[in-house]
Structure formats: C-alpha cells, structure tokens
C-alpha cells in the first residue's frame, strides 16, 4: 500500500457496521422508555391491562428458551429481546384481550416471526407487529370491534367505536379538550398507545441515549401530517389517534427489520408514513399503521441495497 493511500477508507455496497453497545443494553434501555407506558396502562385500564403484559412477556420469555432448545442453539434470552418483543405486543394490544389469544400471539411472533427465520437479526419482520398481524387476521371481532374506556372515566361498557373510525366515517368533530384528552391519554386504546405525552417522552430518552436516530420516526410522522394536510384532514387527529405515534417511536425503529443506512431509513419512514394515509382513507380498516410497518420491513433488504455506497467508494483521499 502507498503511502497516500493510507488515509483512504474504502466503503464496499454491503453494510459494515458496528457498535460498541451491546444487545442486551440495547433492550434494556428500550424497556426502560416502554415502562412508563406500562404502568400508565395499567392505571388507565386496570387488572385486564397488568395481565395482558405479565402474559405476553413471559410468554414470548418461554418461547424463545424453548425454540432455542428444541433446536440446539445457545439459550440466549439474557439479551432481553425477548421481553421487549412481549412487552410491545402486549402494549399494542386492546386491554380486554383474552390470555389465550395473548399466548398463540406471543407464540406466532417468537416461533414464527422471529425462530423461523433465524432469530434475532435475522428476522425479516418485527416479531411483535407480526404476532399482532396474525392475531388480528384470526380474531378480528377482538382486536379493534369493541374498546375498554379508562377505569377511571366512570364507564363500564365497551366503546363500540374508535376515533379513528369515526373520522373515516367523517361523523368526528374534534375540539381543544379533545385534543388534550388524547395527548394526555385518557381515553380508549390499545394499551400503550394512549398516552402521548409518555411516546413522546420515550422519543426523547431513546434519542438522547442514542438508542435510535430518529430519521424513520420523523420521516414517518411529516409523511402522515403533509398528506393528511394536503386531503383536507385534521392533520393534529390523524398524528395522535391510532397508533401512528407509538409505532413511530417503537417499531419502525428496530434495528433487525429496518435499514441501515440513513437515507434507507428516511426512505422507510416516508413509506410507511404513505401507506398509514392510504389505508386510513381508503382502505377497509380505520388504521394502517401495523399493516404499513409490515410491507416496509418486507422491503428494508432493497432499501439496504438501494442506498448503500457503491462498491469502491473511497471515503477520503483522491477518487
């Protein structure tokens, strides 16, 4: 090698990335941003909530050191990704969830999502999401017919309705109290999905300990604003109704099943963003954030490849 090539960083197309924190600090931090919505769940929908997350964490706990064991491998489930993923199928899912819907759900996303494909870094699909997916495709009637209102909102019946669907209905009409409802999160929902004071507060201490970037999140969240903007809609409903915010923040984050790169990332974002707005105005379901998330991850591997340096790229030095 001369001597002037020394300083030349040679940047192939394949990603070669590394980073000095671990795994298991890496889930550990994100349990930390999700606790406060956990508790906040549980105070906002009582016992049926605390169930919900006790079940769907161990569970997804037990399945993953069983697959592991059925199939040889090292028990790895100190990394603690197996209790995010339970954790965050838990929180995206309505408080009257029956347990055993909550364990094939688990299932699905720790076998299925996650086992099959290779485990952890190799799974195409956020586990959590595809668990959700396939709980909801199987028992729609439970996941999103009826909602639990908040303990505290002196009713005891089940909502028949979402915001979100009587906005599509057009039949919503928002006002200042409203809106401070729903960013202060009383009100019915999923379980972690309700508070946006608490997301946004996650966003900030996932950003601040560079657990996350942030390009996906905020790509996502000016694709859904500009395009609800520019149909005429209410730009500040459609941000924090539905779950557009806590998979903003949680799920088009993941390291596994989204790009590396930063333009991959903002490409993702922006895409996922898109196809929320599509399915929430024109498609059969009130909210597309899960479905959206989904198609993106199926797509991260060409994002990775599209936006990556061309091979002999020379970062420095004299091309």
């Not at 439970?142 to 909502?159: F, K, M, Q, R």
């Not at 019915?188 to 201490?205: D, H, K, Q, R």
């Not at 969240?221 to 609800?228: E, F």
């Not at 790169?261 to 599509?278: E, H, K, Y």
Request: with cysteine; aromatic share 10%; glycine share 10%.
């Amino acid at each position: 090698m001369s001597k002037s090539d020394e300083n030349e960083i040679y940047l192939s197309s394949s990603p070669h990335f590394s980073d000095k924190s671990s795994t298991s600090g890496i889930m550990l931090g994100v349990i930390i941003a999700l606790l406060p919505l956990c508790v906040y769940g549980v105070i906002l929908f009582g016992y049926s909530a605390l169930v919900t997350l006790i079940v769907s964490t161990a569970c997804c706990v037990v399945f993953e050191m069983l697959f592991q064991m059925a199939t040889k491998q090292k028990i790895a489930i100190k990394d603690c990704s197996a209790a995010v993923t339970g954790i965050l199928l838990a929180l995206v899912l309505p408080p009257t969830t029956p347990v055993w819907m909550t364990i094939l759900g688990s299932a699905f996303a720790i076998i299925v999502a996650k086992g099959f494909f290779g485990g952890l870094g190799a799974n195409v699909f956020n586990p959590a999401l595809a668990g959700r997916a396939f709980m909801f495709v199987s028992f729609p009637s439970a996941l999103g017919a009826t909602w639990l209102e908040p303990v505290n909102s002196g009713v005891d019946a089940i909502s028949s309705a979402t915001i979100l669907s009587t906005v599509k209905a057009g039949t919503f009409t928002a006002n200042s109290d409203t809106y401070l409802q729903y960013f202060l999160g009383n009100r019915a929902g999923c379980i972690g999905e309700t508070s946006i004071a608490l997301i946004l507060l996650a966003f900030v201490y996932l950003l601040v300990t560079k657990i996350i970037d942030g390009k996906a999140t905020i790509s996502m969240i000016i694709t859904v604003a500009l395009a609800t903007l520019l149909s005429g809609g209410d730009v500040t409903m459609a941000l924090i109704s539905g779950g557009l915010l806590f998979g903003a923040v949680f799920m088009v984050t993941d390291y596994a099943t989204t790009p590396v790169t930063s333009w991959g990332r903002i490409v993702f974002g922006i895409g996922c963003g898109l196809i929320t707005f599509l399915i929430r105005k024109f498609g059969g379901y009130p909210e597309g954030v899960m479905f959206s998330i989904l198609i993106m991850n199926a797509l991260t591997p060409f994002l990775n490849k599209l936006t990556s340096r061309k091979y002999g790229y020379k970062f420095g030095g004299k091309a």
